[in-house]
């Protein structure tokens, strides 16, 4: 297991620019897939964006495909998301989570393939 750290969240403009960072502690942080996932007020945890545990495969939700970008740095233990085009409907809290799980769509796009959560860093994108 890893305990995870969000940051980098707050306030921002329609189309403006975020970088959210999670660090990780533990060992097992570089061979774990990397999600972020977002959850606004009244509404279910949603699906943001994955990574694998090499970087080399990531997926993403088609509301954020084009506008946000998933990466990690396994030397820092270190995902980042960033996310550009900002919309007010981008407006959430968002989690970073760590899977170990097989690497298939369903696993990797829905929370309950994910074993580690963050705490969550609030967005919120004004009009």
């Known amino acids: 297991q890893v305990q995870l750290v969000e940051s980098g969240g707050g306030l921002v403009q329609a189309g403006g620019s975020l970088r959210l960072s999670c660090a990780a502690s533990?060992?097992?942080?570089?061979?774990?897939?990397m999600g972020w996932f977002r959850q606004a007020p009244g509404k279910e945890r949603d699906f943001v964006a994955v990574?694998?545990?090499?970087?080399?495969?990531?997926y993403y939700a088609n509301s954020v495909k084009g506008r946000f970008t998933i990466s990690r740095d396994n030397a820092k233990n270190t995902v980042y998301l960033q996310m550009n085009s900002l919309k007010p409907e981008d407006t959430a809290v968002y989690y970073c989570a760590a899977a170990w799980a097989a690497w298939t769509r369903a696993t990797m796009t829905s929370p309950s393939g994910f074993n580690s959560w963050g705490q969550g860093a609030q967005v919120t994108v004004s009009s």
């Open positions: 990574i694998s545990w090499s970087g080399g495969s990531t």
């Open positions: 533990g060992r097992t942080f570089g061979s774990a897939a």
